[in-house]
């Protein structure tokens, strides 16, 4: 599928789901999303921006190619689950949800404040289509191996979703999670990791050793595939690959990804993991943004 052409959504597909004969493409989708999540942090003026831009191809190719779900339904039953066990990254959740119609558009005024369903850090009792709270980390596979195991015992053929960050490989639980879901031969979860080498305290290779990270998840049991997680077609392959592998275990994306992508002088600035941007910059970050999109549409 190219990222440029019509999408062939979920609906199309698998019969009632959204975006039924969209022909906005995936790369447009991964734009709007990072515009949401740009003007969302301008509201705030700070926020894990570059998270939410790096990321947004993913999210894109999840929301728009990949998961099945109803934006007037959010408990559906027959949905696949998409669990956010970063719940910094909610920034980026809120924009993919926005822009699949779960969300209106017009809360992205309402980011961060008292009352708000979009709090700064993600929490699922607030949130239509968040499924988990997760904001102490490391928890989204133990979450996700539940209820991959709980949907195969009702003979669902749901998936479950799991992004988590290279960040959260330092937790115990995330490997406890991985051998668990091996032990299940959980074929209807897919885990992915946003690797974009960042955390609060510098480079996550700097804080612990991991590579080769996709020999470490072979070596695990689970079935493993690593990408550009900035190229849509890529990341559209490695989705439809771990969908349909005809294998009884577990699958994992290993998604490599740019800070901040999309926006030169934030992709550079030095420690990019929570960033504060100045009052003019905002505007400057969108139009840089805006003008990207536009210079290489087809």
Known sequence: MSSTKQVLSP????GGFPHAGSNVSLRERAY????HALRMGEVQGQGYIAQALGIADVLAVSYFHALRYRPDDVHWEGRDRFLLSIGHYAIALYAALIEAG???ESE????????????MSGMAAYTPGMEITGGSLGHG?????????????????AFVYTLFSDGELNEGSIWEGVMGAAHWQLDNLIGIVDVNDQQADGP????????????RFRA????TQRVDGNDIDAVVAAFDAARAAKVAAPRIVICDTQMAKGVPFLETRERNHFLRVEAEEWQQ?????DANFSAKAP
């Open 204 to 215: 996550s290779s700097a804080m612990s050793s991991r590579e080769p990270l996709h020999e």
């Open 285 to 289: 970050a969108i139009d840089l943004l």
């Open 220 to 223: 695990f049991g689970w079935h």
């Open 102 to 104: 779960i969300l209106p």
């Open 32 to 35: 709007r999303i990072r515009r």
């Open 141 to 157: 596979v133990g979450i996700a191996v539940g209820m991959a195991l709980g949907l195969k015992r009702k003979r669902s053929d």
């Open 11 to 14: 609906e199309a597909r698998n």
């Open 108 to 119: 992205i005024e309402t980011y961060g404040a008292d009352e708000s369903r979009l709090p």
